[in-house]
């Protein structure tokens, strides 16, 4: 079944978003026929694989022309740059004594999942060609998503994992799906 030409290209995108390990933010998507381009930046060869490989793992794709470019974000400015900036913007802040920041230390706490996680996940499990023909129940403990059901194989099983794995927030993956083929 021929996917709507919106549909695949939503379907990129929200694969190229849900990426955690790839900055989207520059790439732009277009579809025709089951075929896919990218065009636009990242910044890594890495993304730029990462990225064909997003595209590759969705439903109707059939194949991918990947013309990012790799280029960085914007211009490298040197830490003691950005702290000589800072110091002195907090100095010309009347509303903040002189010299009363004395550390520059950030603390990075864990992410708490969203409410619409399990929402999440099941969208890039519809998106997902690997795991058409799954049927895979998605639930939430906390931080922790738990997945019952069946997949076609063990390539599926470990794609729902890994895709599961990957949501904001998650911390745990409960794997309770069957095999049958």
């Known amino acids: 079944m021929r996917k709507p030409r919106g549909s695949i290209e939503s379907d ?7 990426d ?21 930046a990242v910044g890594s060869f890495s993304e730029l ?8 793992s969705v439903r109707g794709v059939r194949t991918v022309d990947n013309e990012l470019l790799v280029a960085p974000a ?7 740059t950005v702290a000589a900036d800072c110091t002195a913007a907090l100095d010309a802040d009347r509303f903040v004594p002189h010299g009363a920041v004395l550390s ?5 706490s864990g ?14 499990f519809r998106r997902n060609a ?19 059901g069946t ?11 890994e895709t599961a794995g990957e949501a904001p927030g998650v911390t745990e993956v409960v794997n309770r799906l069957v095999v049958r083929a």
């Open 151 to 161: 997949t076609s194989s063990w390539a599926a099983m470990e794609e729902a994992v």
């Open 104 to 108: 520059d230390e950030i603390v990075v």
């Open 20 to 40: 955690p390990m790839l900055d989207d933010k520059r790439i732009f998507v277009q579809a025709s026929d089951g075929r896919v381009t990218l065009t636009g």
């Open 49 to 56: 694989l990462r990225a064909s490989d997003d595209a590759r």
């Open 12 to 18: 990129v995108r929200d694969e190229l978003d849900w």
């Open 130 to 148: 690997v795991l058409d023909g799954s049927r895979i129940e998605v639930s939430r403990s906390g931080d922790i998503i738990c997945l019952d």
């Open 74 to 80: 914007g211009e490298a400015i040197a830490d003691a």
């Open 111 to 124: 992410e708490s999942s969203p409410t619409d996680v399990v929402e999440r996940i099941r969208e890039a």
